[in-house]
């Protein structure tokens, strides 16, 4: 499974099957992965083609299914890159939206794949017109009709979550000096050099705070260099990809959760934290302002500015009685969402696609 994204969609398709309905997914091929197959889940997936060129590859496997079997609808994941699927076929189409880059894209690639990643967004009010759209949060939606789409074709299903995953019932005890964690791909807009750059104001005052990244990336590499030239390289840990219950066991130790990115569908790792009673600090952005309820769960901070983000993080580090409020809101607030919840709002939306 990749990123919060597809365990979104797949949280919700493997819930569609359990209530009886037929699901294929068309996806794009990796190394050791089969054609096609029926997993576990009761998903009949079907691959083809990179994920570079995923947008080229699957339109016509599309066309081609639809061709040769039966279907009611079509469910479109809009990540990153739109795939068109009103012009591929004449099923109704519910294209559900985690977000769009919009111009977040130039911080992370070249000009000229950044302006066409850029430019692709631009004809979704006219291809997808009559079309219903699914927003993962009240962000999305708000992007949504900025870019033409009216409002009474976008329903919000918020991410839910899988509580058992992350309840420990002897949790281990939180770090002391502070540890702080990271969570999620490692991609240079992602502006996690933000938090690296603000635990040197942090270990001005707790000088053997750490931090803690977990994931992986293009970015690694750059992060890591600057984590070096910081005088960091021994509090810094690049953690890579780590099973889940590590993670979950790493959450509990920690003391606070940064997330400086630019833009987020809802933020997932957010409930994540949450859920481990770790409160978090983020940027004042889309998405993480629906997923961090500020000066309850947690604090929002200015986008890309590192002082800002330090300062937040000290204001909760060194206020324990406001620490412990904050880490029992968030556990609350986390147990308030629930993939069956999220896939009853999916399936809302596609009986209204086909009505």
């Known amino acids: 499974m990749g990123g919060g994204a597809e365990v979104h969609l797949h949280e919700i398709l493997r819930r569609l099957v359990e209530w009886g309905h037929e699901v294929t997914w068309i996806a794009c091929h990796y190394p050791g992965a089969a054609f096609e197959e029926v997993g576990d889940d009761g998903i009949r997936y079907l691959r083809r083609g990179r994920w570079e060129l995923a947008n080229f590859h699957l339109p016509r496997l599309l066309r081609e299914e639809t061709r040769r079997h039966h279907y009611d609808v079509v469910l479109e994941d809009i990540n990153k890159i739109p795939f068109y699927s009103p012009l591929h076929t004449r099923l109704p189409v519910l294209a559900v939206v985690p977000h769009l880059f919009g111009g977040t894209v130039f911080r992370e690639t070249n000009p000229l794949f950044a302006t066409y990643v850029w430019m692709s967004e631009f004809p979704l009010r006219w291809i997808y017109r009559g079309c219903r759209f699914m927003a993962i949060s009240q962000s999305t939606k708000e992007d ?27 949790p281990p005890a939180r770090k002391d000096p502070p540890q702080i964690v990271h969570l999620g791909r490692l991609r240079r807009y992602k502006s996690v050099g933000v938090v690296i750059r603000a ?23 750059r992060l890591q260099t600057l984590a070096f030239r910081l005088g960091l390289s021994r509090a810094v840990h690049f953690r890579g990809y780590l099973p889940r219950e590590e993670i979950v066991d790493l959450l509990y130790r920690s003391r606070l959760f940064l997330n400086p990115s630019p833009k987020e569908g809802w933020g997932l790792t957010v409930i994540e ?48 009685p406001r620490w412990r409020a904050m880490s029992e809101n968030a556990t609350r607030w986390a147990q308030s969402f629930d993939w069956e919840d999220t896939a009853r709002g999916t399936l809302e939306s596609l009986q209204r696609c086909l009505r």
Do not use: W
């Open 144 to 170: 949504l009709q900025k870019r033409g789409i009216p409002g009474e074709l976008i329903d919000v299903a918020e991410c839910g979550m899988d509580h058992s995953r992350y309840r420990m019932e002897n």
């Open 273 to 320: 934290a949450n859920e481990c009673g770790v409160p978090v600090v983020a940027s004042r952005r889309p998405g993480l302002m629906d997923s961090v309820r500020d000066g309850q769960t947690g604090l929002l901070a200015e986008y890309g500015n590192v002082e800002d983000f330090a300062s937040k993080s000290l204001e909760l580090l060194t206020d324990l």
């Open 199 to 221: 635990l040197v104001r942090i270990r001005e005052v707790f000088p053997e705070a750490e931090l803690q990244i977990v994931g992986d990336g293009p970015d690694r590499v």
